[in-house]
């Protein structure tokens, strides 16, 4: 089945403990992209990869880290969490940027104390 | 910085009627727009795309249309039906690769 997966889905932590948000694609997609959902604020894109070894900025990156090293995978890293952190976060991924849908995935609620 | 904008207060219609949802937007020129459905817990689901030389795009029981001039993108549910309530995202894609979301509009379908 098709179908980008995060792990862990919920997620409670202490401010300044680092934490990685996995995320995996198996469709072969070359873009993938991260994004995280507020109250009234709407989904906002944090970073974004068009391939292996390429990444950049989004909307809001600040505190936040990404890696591709893998087509296949593409991990979100919070190296100090702190609580307006706090967030829905999703992970999508899509064929191209510019070609087709983004998927999905379901989602990872993260809550910093 | 980009503003996209869509109506904060959901919309209630009856089943069967026609739902009508609106995505403005400014200080930008998108190089396509999409419509995604999302349901309460779970992640956004693609529904159409159309981009900016394109003015109507239909699937089944939706139509997107796109006018650049007024800068405003309206999304048709035809023969609305109460599975169709859910939140409804328009996003625009520009030519970096990046995608700006707009907060959504809920809509309820009421038998």
């Known amino acids: 089945e098709a179908q980008v997966t995060q792990n862990p889905r919920y997620l409670i932590t202490v401010t300044g403990k680092k934490l990685t948000v996995t995320c995996s694609q198996n469709?072969?997609?070359?873009?993938m992209s991260w994004y995280r959902q507020d109250p009234g604020l709407g989904l906002r894109q944090i970073y974004y990869?068009?391939?292996?070894?390429?990444?950049d900025k989004g909307d809001v990156p600040e505190g936040y880290k990404v890696s591709r090293k893998e087509k296949r995978n593409f991990p979100l890293i919070l190296e100090s969490p702190s609580p307006n952190q706090t967030s829905l976060y999703f992970c999508?991924?899509?064929?191209?940027?510019?070609?087709?849908?983004?998927?999905f995935g379901p989602g990872t609620r993260l809550l910093v104390l | 910085s980009q503003k996209i904008e869509q109506n904060s207060e959901a919309l209630n219609i009856q089943e069967g009627k026609t739902a009508t949802l609106t995505c403005n937007y400014t200080?930008?020129?998108?190089?396509?727009l999409q419509w995604y459905r999302q349901d309460p817990g779970r992640g956004p689901v693609f529904l159409l795309l159309?981009?900016?030389?394109?003015k109507e795009k239909r699937k089944e029981r939706l139509k997107v249309t796109f006018d650049t001039t007024l800068k405003q993108s309206l999304f048709h549910i035809t023969a609305s039906q109460p599975a169709d309530s859910a939140t409804y995202l328009c996003?625009?894609?520009?030519?970096?690769?990046?995608?700006?979301f707009g907060s959504g509009t809920k809509l309820n379908v009421k038998p």
């Open positions: 990869s068009m391939n292996v070894e390429v990444t």
């Open positions: 200080n930008y020129s998108p190089a396509y």
């Open positions: 469709m072969n997609h070359e873009y």
């Open positions: 996003a625009l894609g520009d030519n970096f690769n990046k995608f700006y």
């Open positions: 159309i981009r900016e030389n394109e």
């Open positions: 999508a991924s899509s064929l191209g940027a510019r070609k087709e849908t983004q998927y």
